[in-house]
């Protein structure tokens, strides 16, 4: 059993939606971070989250610790945003670079 | 700077041969993994190095072997390959954490590995 789950598993927008993208963990975890995988395969580091809130242009990641909740915004979408987003969560007591990953959403915002 | 590089970009093996995927990044991270993706799992760890000559297994180590004898390189061997073993890898690279902390993680592009 994969102990992060994300949701929705896919997403379709039209441009200009808010997007939300949720991901959940079993147990106490030291970080989350979010990633982008993009068509072509490559794989890039949006945010890293132990708490609150980080904004970085149209996207916002937010976590609540109690919950053991994650989310990840987009504002006003655009279809370059198309691609698979990840949540990765780092357990507490795990060794620095054992990073247990979601399956992905795979988003689609359409013209 | 080049980041995390990987090489090949593609490969195909008979069962039961043998070869390395190298990886190399040149940003002085201490801290370098290998990572599988195959469709609807999640990236799973194959083994990983916080630093030159300190290796350990992650969650599906079995059939690979790795050595960090640099702390610039951190290639994966195959050492019989087996149809369960397509996939893509991907390596990657961060600095050394601070307390509990884990830090921003940087991607090699993957290699597409096919075993007939």
């Known amino acids: 059993k994969n102990e992060v789950e994300q949701s929705p598993q896919n997403l379709t927008a039209q441009e200009g939606e808010f997007i939300t993208i949720n991901c959940s963990y079993s147990v106490g975890i030291s970080a989350l971070h979010w990633l982008q995988q993009h068509p072509g395969g490559g794989i890039v580091s949006l945010f890293m989250?132990?708490?609150g809130k980080k904004k970085h242009g149209r996207l916002i990641a937010t976590i609540n610790i109690q919950e053991k909740h994650s989310s990840l915004h987009i504002t006003a979408s655009h279809p370059r945003d198309s691609a698979v987003y990840i949540c990765?969560?780092?357990?507490?007591?795990?060794?620095?670079?054992?990073?247990?990953f979601g399956t992905g959403t795979l988003l689609a915002v359409q013209p | 700077n080049a980041g995390v590089t990987q090489t090949p970009k593609f490969q195909v093996l008979k069962t039961g041969q043998s070869m390395t995927l190298q990886c190399a990044q040149d940003?002085?991270?201490?801290?370098m993994s290998w990572y599988r993706q195959d469709p609807g799992m999640g990236l799973r760890l194959i083994h990983y190095?916080?630093?030159?000559?300190?290796?350990d297994q992650g969650e599906v180590p079995n059939g690979y072997n790795v050595s960090r004898s640099t702390t610039e390189d951190f290639p994966l061997r195959l050492l019989s390959a087996a149809p369960s073993q397509t996939s893509v890898y991907f390596c990657?690279?961060?600095?050394?954490?601070?307390?509990?902390?884990?830090?921003?993680?940087?991607f090699g592009p993957g290699t597409r590995l096919t075993v007939l």
């Open positions: 940003m002085n991270h201490e801290y």
């Open positions: 990657a690279s961060s600095r050394r954490s601070v307390g509990i902390y884990t830090d921003t993680q940087y």
């Open positions: 990765a969560v780092r357990f507490y007591g795990g060794a620095t670079n054992k990073l247990i």
């Open positions: 989250l132990s708490s």
């Open positions: 190095s916080v630093g030159a000559g300190i290796t």
